[in-house]
């Protein structure tokens, strides 16, 4: 199973609004510290992880980070990603 590009950008921008709306710096400027975790080993969690890591890195409000440094965002991929058929595409589940 493969999430499409229109997907990977709805899902990426779905997350990201919910995350900068609980997120807001009080500085336009400052970019917050981010890093994505997953302990899934499948390939449509890796995808997942894989489209999280690019939206962010691409915001200007985030900043990828390594190492949990003080004052970062973890978003946790906690299980397998979820998926089941409807009709000819695929719905994704997942908890973040």
């Known amino acids: 199973m493969q999430l499409s590009p229109i997907a990977k950008i709805l899902l990426a921008i779905v997350i990201f609004n919910s995350i900068a709306s609980m997120c807001a710096a009080d500085d ?3 970019r917050m510290l981010v ?4 302990t ?3 390939a449509l969690t890796e995808k997942l992880n894989a489209a999280l890591e690019e939206a962010f890195g691409k915001s ?3 900043t990828p980070s390594y190492g949990q440094k003080p004052n970062t965002l973890i978003v946790a ?3 397998n990603v979820d998926w089941k058929e409807v009709g000819k595409r695929t ?3 997942s908890r973040i």
Do not use: K, M, Q, Y
């Open 35 to 38: 890093e994505v975790w997953h």
């Open 91 to 93: 719905r994704v589940l």
């Open 60 to 62: 200007p409000d985030f």
């Open 28 to 30: 336009a400027s400052t």
């Open 40 to 42: 899934g080993d499948d």
């Open 77 to 79: 991929i906690p299980t």
